[in-house]
């Protein structure tokens, strides 16, 4: 069951189910973005780099972050489209074989005149790996029935 814009209140905490990013996504994520920058592609240049390794790309993340919370549970928004992204900040690599989650509350609701949306809804979101440390942070909003 999905929840209409009147039905949302700012203080709403969701936690998403979590996932494994692998090898294989960073490889499919350079592929279709054209992004094959050796600090996720080449183990031999990454290894020299600060981060000592292959880490995954920031994009990727975030996308990976956008379907997680299409994977919320069956009491989420009802979304008519992505709206937007502000203040997006990536504050920690990505390692192949992290576990990661996204962690969102509610903190604004705005009513707005729509053809098939009744408003936006802004959400503090952090995406965090499997020792608690938040990866990425950003504002995301969308539009709600």
């Avoid at 949302?8 to 994520?29: C, H, K, Q, W, Y």
């Avoid at 994977?71 to 504050?91: C, I, W």
Wanted: glycine residues 6%; negative net charge.
């Amino acid at each position: 069951m999905t929840l209409s814009f009147d039905e949302l209140d700012v203080g709403r905490r969701i936690t998403t189910p979590s996932r494994t990013v692998t090898e294989a996504d960073v490889t499919n994520f350079a592929g279709v973005s054209g992004d094959f920058n050796p600090i996720h592609t080449s183990a031999t240049e990454a290894a020299e780099s600060d981060f000592g390794e292959r880490v995954a790309h920031g994009a990727l993340v975030f996308s990976m972050m956008t379907g997680l919370v299409r994977r919320a549970g069956d009491r989420r928004a009802d979304v008519v489209a992505f709206y937007g992204v502000d203040r997006l900040r990536f504050t920690a690599p990505v390692e192949f074989g992290d576990t990661i989650r996204v962690e969102m509350e509610l903190v604004e609701t705005e009513p707005k005149e729509h053809p098939t949306a009744s408003g936006v809804v802004r959400y503090d979101a952090e995406v965090l790996n499997q020792r608690d440390e938040t990866v990425l942070s950003c504002e995301l909003l969308s539009l709600v029935k």
